[in-house]
């Protein structure tokens, strides 16, 4: 990855180079070529700054999809946790190691509400961050759309 911003900056640079030469070869009042030098500069700029911005948002898609797979992991690894131990307590033994396996499956069942929830929070907040980039002025045009058409029908 390092080698191909390398040579996308060794791009960029002889690209600004090579427009700034061409720029103040052709200066004067009658030649627009400077504005056009400008724009494309600017142009790729903003092209570089794109590819930045999605280098981040595949690095951080990358990230929760690792978080989200750790969580269903623990629930499942928590689930099987509290099976085993509830077999163990339909066989066989003495009253003082039946209460302690219902001690340890009532932690183990409050660890997996635990996990429940949190994975639970986790997703109201990418809901949310999903009507945040959608924005208030979306969200209020669909509200309108949608009352005009009940009251057309009515």
Request: proline content about 1%.
């Amino acid at each position: 990855m390092s080698e191909n911003q390398n040579f996308e900056e060794r791009l960029l640079n002889s690209y600004r180079d090579a427009l700034f030469k061409f720029k103040t070869e052709n200066k004067g009042p009658e030649n627009s070529w400077g504005d056009l030098s400008q724009i494309l500069l600017e142009a790729i700029g903003k092209n570089h700054e794109l590819e930045k911005l999605k280098i981040e948002l595949q690095q951080e898609k990358a990230k929760n999809l690792k978080i989200t797979v750790s969580f269903e992991k623990q629930l499942e690894l928590k689930v099987a946790q509290i099976a085993d131990l509830q077999d163990i307590l339909k066989s066989n033994h003495s009253y003082q190691e039946n209460l302690e396996l219902k001690d340890t499956i009532s932690e183990l069942e409050t660890d997996l509400k635990w996990y429940k929830e949190k994975d639970e929070y986790r997703k109201i907040e990418e809901t949310m961050e999903k009507f945040k980039l959608e924005g208030p002025d979306t969200k209020r045009g669909k509200v309108d759309k949608q009352e005009k058409a009940e009251n057309l029908e009515m």
